[in-house]
């Protein structure tokens, strides 16, 4: 048997979103794909930042830090998660996306250029057999120009 579930969860508020980059949100469970011998395989979402200033930069962090948990076939094992957003790791600590970076080369008004969103496994490796799941938590900032 071999299952695996990642729940991710956007919040956005103050004309800030967090979207697919036709604009649908994001989806609410990504089924995760864990491969014997080398872990999680890297799930990748491309996104884009919605704003209604898209003059000002953005700050984006993690809520904390994610790991999948071993829910199910075994003692409870946590797998520490990396976050990317365009290349960029996310951490508890802001990222500061500056407008020419994320706007400039945008085709929609408002909208962020396409950015791939990537979590994968911290430390790749077998995570042994059973059931996991995740929360990756991304909080998003908008400061005015």
Do not use: C, W
């Not at 996104?47 to 071993?70: C, F, M, Q, W, Y």
């Not at 962020?112 to 996991?132: C, F, K, M, N, T």
């Amino acid at each position: 048997m071999s299952e695996a579930h990642i729940k991710i969860h956007a919040e956005t508020g103050g004309g800030l979103s967090l979207v697919r980059p036709g604009g649908e949100p994001l989806p609410e469970v990504i089924e995760g794909r864990l491969e014997s011998g080398s872990g999680l395989r890297p799930h990748v979402e491309d996104v884009r930042i919605l704003s209604d200033d898209a003059a000002g930069e953005v700050t984006v962090k993690l809520a904390h830090e994610p790991s999948l948990l071993r829910t199910l076939g075994g003692d409870v094992k946590a797998l520490p998660l990396g976050v990317t957003l365009n290349g960029r790791a996310l951490s508890l600590s802001t990222v500061v996306f500056t407008a020419a970076e994320l706007f400039a080369d945008s085709s929609a008004p408002g909208a962020s250029a396409v950015l791939p969103l990537e979590i994968s496994q911290a430390r790749p490796g077998d995570p042994g057999e059973g059931l996991y799941e995740a929360i990756v938590s991304i909080v998003i900032k908008q400061h005015t120009a």
